[in-house]
């Protein structure tokens, strides 16, 4: 069986792990690939949206748009979105 070694783990990461290992009653190695297989599982059984799931979800985005109310005006708010914004991933349109 292969093994892996993690560089560079966060120490609040690696403290989180420990306790979750503690509280399933697993050692550190098998609480992990625990977490990793339920990961993977996770993404085969929820694929992205796709072509009627789309679409409602378009719809519920115009539905609710201009409805947007805040307590600041529209470039303070343009400012506290775009701070907060991540790169994101790539998206093939």
Do not use: C, F, Y
Request: avoid cysteine.
């Amino acid at each position: 069986m292969a093994s892996l070694t993690l560089k560079n783990l966060p120490d609040a990461l690696l403290r989180g792990l420990r306790k979750a290992a503690e509280k399933d009653r697993r050692s550190l190695t098998q609480e992990i690939l625990h977490l990793l297989d339920a990961a993977l599982r996770g993404r085969v059984e929820h694929p992205r949206p796709r072509g009627a799931d789309v679409e409602a979800q378009l719809a519920a985005w115009r539905k609710l748009a201009g409805k947007w109310e805040s307590d600041v005006d529209r470039a303070t708010e343009a400012e506290r979105l775009a701070e907060r914004r991540t790169s994101g991933r790539k998206v093939e349109l």
